[in-house]
């Protein structure tokens, strides 16, 4: 598991696309119009993400490497690679560090199955 203190942007790009994210679960959201609306329990803080970052929780409700979210992403938004990933990059880096998301080393989660 990583550290909601730990720095995303510190992590070589293969090995962040490698993380896998599923959603915490002390939180409970909504969509809201094609945005997402989120309650972190622990903490009481609603969070709001944009049509994109709603996108991206809607697919973290089940368990997705960083990989397949760029992928989907790529085919859904007309953006680069190389842009579509730094976004994704900030969206999880903040959404791990609400408790929203958990992430774990993709390579650990592949020797499990």
Known sequence: MISSQSTLADLPTSK?????ISVAP??????LAG???ILQL???IYYGLN???ARLWELVQQPQTVADLRD??????EVDAATCLQDIRMILQALMEAELILLQDGSATEAAK
């Not at 002390?26 to 969509?31: G, L, T, V």
């Not at 989907?72 to 938004?77: H, M």
């Open 35 to 37: 945005e997402a609306v």
């Open 51 to 53: 049509e994109v970052g």
């Open 26 to 31: 002390e939180q409970i959201s909504s969509d």
């Open 16 to 20: 962040f696309e490698q993380l896998s």
């Open 72 to 77: 989907t992403i790529l085919s859904e938004y």
């Open 42 to 44: 622990k903490s009481g």
